[in-house]
């Protein structure tokens, strides 16, 4: 049976970039991650609005202004949300319109869904990524992003049943379950139990000061000073989560998996990896 | 800001019904839930597929055969998938592909996620059903069929942090989440744990013999012996979800909710109950 035609396509065609980072990215020295985010939001016609919605700190957004002003762009916007009142505000629903680009700051991934999900924000920064408006987040702001979103869980390499909690994400990829802090905080274990519920998405852990570019073909390019670990479960023959009591290993049988550099990149669609040197 | 036109409309206007079931359906006396099913099927027409990959049990594929053929459906298909492998077969391929209904048995739903989670046969599924073959699903088949799945939980009326834990599920709607054994077995507390994520979704909780009809417009349709509790958060103000730590009460300010029996309606997109008194 031929593969139907894809309704969404045209529109996927036009999508902006997805870009998940792994938090900590450098912002006073060379500032690769944030200065490339800016340069393909336009460089000095970038228009970026700031959401600091994950964290608690009452200077995060100025920070980020502080550090895109630095990196010349001429107009940021703060999107100061701390309630679901607040992401039904037109003010901030106009600036997102008149923005190239969308920046997650880092916190805590739950309060970007408990207060951003469902609601009228959510629905504009989907609408925007899928005409061209391109949108990254950093730490918190980088699991946030996918359909499927870790919210927390406990480090190790191994994946154990109970040792990470999904919750939805805002949905703007269903390809990748993104994991960040990876080699820092040690999180294979809990991005493999993931995986482990229903092997469909690929993972992808990324190290501090790295990003993933996920463009609108699904390719992903590495950008950063770390690595990012890709697990590709596409051929995966067993996974044993239906099996594993709380605690238990969760046997998994055939997985793939690639540690990718700066200048590599990673096909989601055929599921194909170029690291950097082979170019 | 107009809404966009949305691409996948056209192709939503063909889609074929959904039906989650709340478990132990009915299968000796009236049978109104499963002979409904096989109605909307085609009746004498109907060619449906059972697949009892959540059931361990040997003779549960045999036992909704003998259920469809006494309700008057002359081609019944058992599509034995046990294994990841088994999920590419194209004998079973070609079997969804002759039918006219799909019936998930119940079971472990983690066990629906974890062989069909990624494979052919769930990506098959999902066309299938765009295209206009209806998806039914009981207890554990009920779980699955929306995007984003409670695999388990802890029961009681109060949400409480990590009383729930959600996976991805086989994706036919991403409009509720679904919660079967409802009354049965105490569970408002896990679905509102998991609707406190990300507050998009709408929560149905599903009595035993009763089932959710959810049509190509999103309209649900309440069919059976017991009752449907929809939870409605799309006017919700307040989760604490990121507030609460491990065992603690999750805040909810403004849940809407709704008891529905026996030929009650639900809108899935303009969230209005009807009654079945109020026609």
């Known amino acids: 049976m031929p593969s139907p035609v894809d309704p969404t396509e045209n529109k996927r065609k036009n999508r902006g970039v997805v870009m998940p980072i792994g938090g900590?990215?450098?912002?006073?020295?060379?500032?690769?991650?944030?200065?490339?985010?800016v340069g393909i939001c336009g460089g000095d016609y970038a228009v970026i609005s700031v959401i600091p919605t994950a964290s608690e700190l009452p200077d995060t957004g100025d920070r980020y202004l502080?550090?895109?002003?630095?990196?010349?762009?001429?107009?940021?916007?703060?999107?100061?949300?701390?309630?679901?009142?607040?992401?039904?505000?037109?003010?901030?629903?106009?600036?997102?319109?008149?923005?190239?680009?969308?920046?997650?700051?880092?916190?805590?991934?739950l309060r970007l869904s408990t207060i951003l999900g469902g609601t009228e924000m959510a629905t504009r920064v989907r609408r925007l990524n899928a005409r061209g408006v391109h949108v990254a987040g950093t730490s918190a702001g980088a699991a946030f992003v996918s359909e499927h979103m870790i919210a927390f869980g406990r480090e190790g390499a191994t994946p154990h049943a109970g040792q990470v909690t999904?919750?939805?994400?805002?949905?703007?990829?269903?390809?990748?379950?993104?994991?960040?802090?990876?080699?820092?905080?040690?999180?294979?274990?809990?991005?493999?139990?993931?995986?482990?519920?229903?092997?469909?998405?690929?993972?992808?852990?990324?190290?501090?000061?790295?990003?993933?570019?996920?463009?609108?073909?699904?390719?992903?390019?590495?950008?950063?000073n770390g690595g990012i670990t890709v697990v590709d479960v596409s051929d995966l023959e067993y996974s044993g989560m239906a099996n594993a009591a709380e605690g238990e290993v969760v046997e998994l049988v055939g997985v793939r998996l690639h540690v990718l550099a700066h200048g590599a990149r990673y096909d989601l669609n055929g599921r194909r990896a170029i690291a950097s040197a082979m170019k």
Chains 1, 2 share one sequence.
């Open 166 to 224: 999904l919750s939805p994400g805002l949905g703007l990829s269903n390809r990748v379950i993104v994991d960040q802090h990876f080699r820092e905080r040690d999180r294979l274990g809990r991005l493999l139990t993931a995986l482990a519920y229903s092997p469909f998405a690929a993972g992808v852990g990324l190290d501090e000061d790295t990003a993933a570019i996920i463009d609108n073909n699904n390719m992903l390019e590495v950008v950063g």
């Open 24 to 37: 900590a990215e450098d912002k006073v020295s060379d500032r690769a991650i944030l200065s490339r985010f």
């Open 66 to 109: 502080k550090v895109f002003t630095e990196l010349g762009v001429k107009r940021v916007h703060i999107i100061g949300v701390t309630t679901r009142t607040d992401a039904e505000r037109e003010d901030y629903l106009a600036a997102l319109d008149d923005s190239t680009g969308i920046f997650f700051t880092g916190g805590n991934q």
